[in-house]
């Protein structure tokens, strides 16, 4: 049978990261081709048959196939290539440069997410050598996607793909980025299988009022109404819903919590014990925002616009407000939420959307991670999470494909919401390998006939 030679996986995977990084492809402009084309030629040198699809001048997208025997659907491999803006000054090494020092690849992407498109990217050439070497094919075709422009909402990368070249994209499952994020809850290590993301409800309040001359002051001031409405909307703490992956999120941290850390945790499946509990809660005000955001349908204002002249009242006001929602909600139960705090003459109206999502925790795909990780990190408890962002994944679904965001890595002193889309970002060469182990177990567990 097949063994992976990990000292050369270590190598491949690091040297594909770091050539990876040195594409400068920042979005916006993207030059995702520029990846799209380095990943065409890695694959078409181990033998298999990539399609590079270009959505817009320079915006490239790259797929491959690995077939199996076709016994059951195909697993989807999904990354993105472009990566936000950096500001070189800020960074120790520069942020294109792929510098490999005190044992962490550097640069733009390291986190967010050319670290997964490299673990992919291994992951297709291994299984191939596993083929290659006489082991039987998968049960499932292995699908490798690298997509362009994520980070301004995949339009011209996962979601130009299912909306022009669906067959070749079609999968059963898919592993995404958004989990396998390391974190510490006391003493106890937590690695996230993302099972759930939020949905976007952006809107826009428009507020109106006689325009005039502001030497007389009005009471139906465009600017002051608005301004109430606003301030309602941004301190409101809307009704409390709890969905399967929080609840299942919130009590797998309690169970391994000291006991009261644990009952705290607890009485926070209860909306009637959510908030005093929350303030009892040992941990950083960061992770208290979060547990708020992943049990309420949020609304931040963010954006102002009212005005011209200092003594004129303007006719109309408006304020922008990225909205989110869990799932099992839309844009008109989000409505149902909002109106309570909406005042006299505020007119509210959705801009953009995106539907929430939620995968099952009862698939054999999130059985195969729990297995694999209860050996390879018996001393970690896996949990379930809910990003609060958007991820392409809201393309993919639409294809009907159950969408799970898992890539381990393992807690190594920096937080990884401190590092993605930040200066300095990096990843260590051990976590970069260790991803790649566990997801190749995860892969032959679930696709092989081995098991
Ligand atoms: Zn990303």
Wanted: glycine share 8%; aromatic share 8%.
């Amino acid at each position: 049978m097949f063994q992976p030679n990990w000292d050369q996986v270590r190598e491949e995977v690091t040297g594909s990261l770091v050539d990876l990084i040195r594409l400068d492809t920042t979005n916006p402009p993207g030059n995702e081709m520029l990846a799209a084309e380095y990943l065409a030629a890695v694959l078409h040198e181990a033998g298999l048959e990539p399609v590079v699809l270009e959505s817009a001048p320079g915006r490239g997208n790259v797929v491959a196939r690995l077939r199996g025997n076709g016994q059951e659907a195909p697993l989807l491999l999904m990354g993105h290539t472009d990566v936000v803006p950096a500001e070189p000054e800020f960074w120790q090494h520069p942020p294109f440069a792929g510098k490999i020092a005190d044992g962490y690849i550097w640069g733009r992407g390291a986190v967010d997410m050319k670290d997964i498109v490299a673990t992919f990217l291994e992951l297709l050439l291994l299984f191939k050598r596993r083929v290659d070497a006489g082991d039987p094919p998968l049960r499932r075709d292995l699908i490798f996607m690298a997509t362009a422009d994520e980070e301004r909402g995949g339009h011209l990368g996962a979601g130009f793909l299912v909306d022009h070249h669906p067959d070749l994209i079609r999968a059963e499952y898919a592993l995404n980025e958004g989990g396998g994020r390391a974190s510490m809850v006391g003493e106890q290590e937590y690695i996230t299988c993302q099972t759930a993301e939020k949905g976007l409800a952006r809107f826009q309040l428009e507020a109106h009022g006689e325009p005039g001359h502001a030497s007389v002051p009005r009471e139906d001031n465009a600017v002051v109404r608005l301004a109430e409405t606003i301030a309602r909307i941004g301190r409101a703490r809307l009704p409390y819903h709890l969905t399967d992956t929080v609840w299942s999120y919130i009590t797998a941290i309690a169970a391994t919590q000291p006991p009261a850390v644990g009952e705290a945790f607890e009485r926070l499946l209860d909306a009637a014990t959510f908030d005093e509990a929350l303030a009892a809660l040992p941990v950083p005000a960061q992770m208290k925002r979060m547990l708020v955001a992943i049990t309420h349908n949020t609304a931040s204002p963010t954006i102002l616009q009212a005005g011209s002249k200092v003594n004129v009242f303007p006719s109309v006001a408006t304020a922008r407000v990225d909205g989110r929602l869990l799932p099992g909600f839309d844009q008109e139960s989000f409505r149902v939420e909002l109106e309570p705090y909406l005042g006299e003459g505020v007119e509210l109206s959705f801009t953009d959307s995106g539907a929430p999502l939620e995968a099952s925790l009862e698939s054999p795909l999130y059985e195969a991670i729990q297995t694999v990780m209860s050996t390879a990190a018996a001393e970690t408890v896996l949990i379930p999470s809910m990003l609060t962002g958007a991820t392409d994944a809201k393309h993919i679904v639409r294809l009907g494909t159950k969408v799970y965001g898992f890539c381990p890595r393992r807690f190594d002193g920096l937080d990884f919401l401190s590092l993605v889309h930040s200066h300095n970002e990096r990843i260590s060469v051990d976590n970069l390998l260790y991803g790649t182990q566990v997801l190749y177990q995860v892969i032959e567990r679930f696709c092989s006939n081995g098991y």
